[in-house]
């Protein structure tokens, strides 16, 4: 399953934007290959791009602004550049809650542009909670551009199974909604 998911973006639909208050914006496209859809994120924010990377790698502060995330820890500090990252997402009663562990690898792009990969990473080496379901199939990535000295443009792009017995149309229903309130928090913490 997991070779499959480099087939994802070349059998994807066009992005639909869902969201626009100005500031944030969230698109949706439907995958051919899965039912669950992808989503794109996009904030331009007042700070530095040194602010922007050390916010969206530090494992054990994810759950300040990542919207219904309870819970996040850095597991491993692989080098200065790639990280092993523990996250528990809270979901309403009755559902299970869910958690993952993702490898997260910064790389530099150009001068003024970074990417950070996300991917899966190998779970049965973490314990995982009881009544918790782990996700084991997703991948994306935040993209940081340098726009000024004072300000930078942050996408994120993400696909995920939340894996258990959801279906797809609750999973695809907030798909706006979580990446939305994460935007709306980490621009918070960002700008002040």
Do not use: C
């Not at 309870?70 to 491993?76: D, M």
């Amino acid at each position: 399953m997991l070779l499959n998911l480099p087939l994802i973006a070349v059998n994807a639909q066009q992005w639909e934007l869902k969201k626009d208050d100005g500031d944030i914006q969230v698109y949706i496209r439907e995958l051919d290959s899965t039912k669950f859809n992808e989503y794109k994120a996009v904030l331009i924010a007042e700070t530095t791009m040194e602010k922007a990377l050390t916010v969206l790698t530090n494992g054990d502060s994810l759950n300040r602004w990542t919207y219904k995330t309870p819970q996040s820890k850095q597991l491993e500090k692989i080098s200065d550049n790639e990280f092993v990252i523990w996250m528990r997402n809270d979901f309403p009663w009755p559902l299970n809650d869910r958690d993952n562990i993702s490898r997260v690898k910064l790389k530099k792009l150009n001068n003024k542009t970074y990417q950070i990969d996300i991917d899966v990473e190998d779970s049965l080496v973490y314990q995982q909670q009881k009544n918790v379901i782990r996700m084991n199939l997703f991948k994306g990535y935040w993209r940081v551009q340098e726009l000024n000295e004072e300000s930078v443009l942050i996408i994120q792009q993400m696909y995920g199974d939340p894996n258990g017995a959801l279906p797809a149309w609750i999973v695809n229903s907030i798909m706006v909604s979580f990446p939305y309130h994460s935007f709306e928090n980490l621009k918070e913490i960002l700008e002040n």
